[in-house]
């Protein structure tokens, strides 16, 4: 009875451990698969360029790829200009917001080409993560806009992250006053969200990128290149 018995735990705890390793390659599948639908998406929104005139990027996160939506509704469509977009779907200023790589805003902001506005969304991705990494994500995207004139436009007040929004939205305000950037919140911007509480309707796409492009048009918010005051 006691060889018996050990013998059904020995079995109990290879069941165990084999169903949790078959739980974390389901989830490291599952991972893989939502990463790379994101980065189709991605560049299905970077060949969208709109508008005409001064150029300008957009550096966001789902939002700015229009995810829940259709490209071509997403908020930056809304902006004047000659209007790209490098977003990514889960993206933040931290590292570790995206578990897609390395897909943090510094990790795909140009460092070469000066454009006349860059224009970076968000920051709801970053509601989980320490404040430390938040600020070095922030400094590493500063240090790489060095030569743009750049607007910072924090996270909405989505009902399924808002706590978290309230103090990213407070940190963001910060580090831009320390760079000397302009920084527009969002926290009260009446926005229409899907189901999903958290991404935007067509309408609400409408409603944020209004809301940027108003901004900048009747001087509600000043953008001039940063300033090292840290």
Known sequence: MRIRGAWLVAVGLTVAVVSAGLLVMTHAGADTDRCAGFRAAARERAELVTGSGSDVLVIGDSYSVGLGAHAWLSWPTRL??????????????????????????????????????????????????????????????????????????????????????????????????RYGVAYLSMLDADLSYLEDDLHLTPEGHRLFGDRVAEALSDGAVTVTGWTTSR
Do not use: I, T
């Open 80 to 177: 004047d200009g000659r209007v790209q977009v490098e977003g990514f779907s889960g993206s933040g200023f931290s590292e570790g917001a995206s578990p897609c790589g390395a897909v943090a805003y510094a990790d795909r902001a140009p460092a070469a080409r000066a454009y006349d506005l860059v224009v970076v969304e968000g920051g709801l991705n970053d509601v989980d993560q320490p404040r430390s990494a938040v600020r070095r994500g922030f400094e590493r995207l500063m240090d790489r806009l060095a030569h743009d004139r750049v607007l910072v436009v924090g996270p909405a007040s989505a009902p399924a992250r808002a706590g978290g929004a309230v103090a990213v939205d407070a940190q963001l305000a910060r580090l831009s006053e």
